[in-house]
């Protein structure tokens, strides 16, 4: 793969350095009381310029996050067997304390996941990337019926056991008291979905072959 160009790189840097004043601003003040012509006037931007690589108030804050949106499709694509390689992923990110997964107590990200969660209109506008997550999981599974019923209930896992891990977390329970507990119910539910996704097959072993 070629490296971005110039013009690509100064591109992805004006996301960045939007999306980081912007996030800067609504922790501190709160994500309502802060219009979209004190984000730009902070980044040094006219407000057209800023609607030009945020159309919504609310991606400026979904820009974090926005590399996780086809990350299972992408997992799934390169798997032979995809849901365990999507439960593997999600293992290995528990591991490690990747933010997505919820188990991170760092404060930084602590005061993103309030402020995400904390604002209904963040709330929503996460589903609609959570859709587009859903959307390239099922395409990457196939495309058909079995595979956006699939995508729905993996995508919608994911998000539960990191929404549980968070509250947790925010809550002001140790992340190496959390992550027994996690470990334990991502194995368990993707063992959930492991028996239950449509088009399973049994081996010969009597164990369930999925998506």
């Given at each position: 793969?070629n490296?971005?160009g110039?013009r690509e790189?100064?591109?992805?840097?004006?996301f960045r350095?939007?999306?980081?004043?912007?996030v800067?601003?609504?922790l501190?003040?709160?994500?309502d009381?802060?219009?979209v012509a004190e984000?730009?006037?902070?980044a040094?931007?006219?407000?057209?310029?800023?609607?030009r690589?945020?159309?919504?108030?609310?991606?400026?804050v979904?820009?974090?996050?926005?590399?996780?949106e086809?990350?299972?499709a992408?997992?799934?694509?390169?798997?032979?067997?995809?849901l365990?390689?999507?439960?593997r992923?999600?293992l290995?990110g528990?591991?490690?304390?990747?933010?997505?997964t919820?188990?991170?107590d760092q404060?930084?990200?602590?005061?993103?996941?309030?402020?995400?969660?904390g604002?209904?209109?963040?709330?929503?506008?996460?589903?609609?990337?959570?859709?587009?997550?859903?959307?390239a999981l099922?395409?990457?599974?196939?495309?058909d019926?079995d595979?956006?019923l699939a995508?729905?209930q993996i995508i919608?896992?994911?998000r539960?056991?990191a929404?549980e891990n968070?509250r947790?977390?925010?809550a002001g329970?140790?992340?190496?008291?959390v992550?027994?507990?996690?470990?334990a119910a991502?194995?368990?539910?993707?063992?959930?979905?492991a028996a239950g996704l449509?088009?399973?097959?049994?081996?010969?072993?009597?164990a369930?072959q999925?998506?």
């Amino acid at each position: 793969m070629n490296a971005p160009g110039l013009r690509e790189r100064k591109r992805q840097r004006m996301f960045r350095t939007l999306s980081d004043t912007a996030v800067a601003l609504f922790l501190e003040k709160g994500f309502d009381a802060v219009s979209v012509a004190e984000v730009a006037a902070a980044a040094e931007v006219s407000k057209p310029t800023l609607f030009r690589y945020f159309p919504a108030k609310e991606d400026l804050v979904l820009h974090r996050i926005a590399d996780h949106e086809d990350e299972a499709a992408r997992v799934a694509a390169e798997a032979p067997a995809p849901l365990d390689a999507l439960r593997r992923h999600f293992l290995a990110g528990l591991e490690r304390c990747d933010p997505v997964t919820g188990l991170n107590d760092q404060p930084a990200v602590l005061a993103f996941h309030r402020l995400l969660y904390g604002t209904p209109s963040l709330v929503a506008r996460l589903h609609t990337q959570l859709e587009r997550s859903e959307a390239a999981l099922a395409e990457a599974l196939g495309g058909d019926l079995d595979a956006r019923l699939a995508a729905g209930q993996i995508i919608a896992v994911q998000r539960i056991l990191a929404l549980e891990n968070w509250r947790r977390v925010a809550a002001g329970e140790r992340v190496e008291d959390v992550r027994g507990d996690a470990l334990a119910a991502a194995e368990r539910a993707f063992a959930g979905l492991a028996a239950g996704l449509p088009g399973a097959r049994p081996d010969p072993a009597g164990a369930n072959q999925r998506v």
